[in-house]
Nanobody, 123 residues
Framework: QVQLVESGGGLVQAGGSLRLSCVVS????????MGWFRQAPGKEREFVSR?????????YYADSVKGRFTISRDNAKNTVYLQMNSLKPEDTALYYC???????????????WGQGTQVTVSS
């Protein structure tokens, strides 16, 4: 059983930055993948980024955030981060951290989820 707790959301003006954190507790294998998703009102949950928990830390980004967002992890702190720069109003959403056994973009393949943290970008 893996527990995930996100934090770091808030209200920011367009062009600003935020850093989200996801503290991971429980049993997480080095082969696991940690992902960030977001969901805006009335829209489906959308893949943002993922990183391999173990060695290598391979990363992958959605085209909509590539070059603006950076995912990273600190295994010693059991924490995954999402640094978000050059934020746009269309980035406004509830952001979730999740875990999967697979290198995947589909939320259906993630078996553990946090409660989410709200990010609001004003124009």
């Amino acid at each position: 059983q893996v527990q995930l707790v996100e934090s770091g959301g808030g209200l920011v003006q367009a062009g600003g930055s935020l850093r989200l954190s996801c503290v991971v507790s429980g049993r997480t294998f080095s082969s696991s993948f940690m992902g960030w998703f977001r969901q805006a009102p009335g829209k489906e949950r959308e893949f943002v980024s993922r990183i391999r928990w173990g060695s290598g830390g391979n990363t992958y980004y959605a085209d909509s955030v590539k070059g603006r967002f950076t995912i990273s992890r600190d295994n010693a702190k059991n924490t995954v981060y999402l640094q978000m720069n050059s934020l746009k109003p269309e980035d406004t959403a509830l952001y979730y951290c999740a875990r999967s056994q697979y290198a995947t973009r589909s939320p259906l393949d993630y078996d553990s989820w946090g409660q989410g943290t709200q990010v609001t970008v004003s124009s």
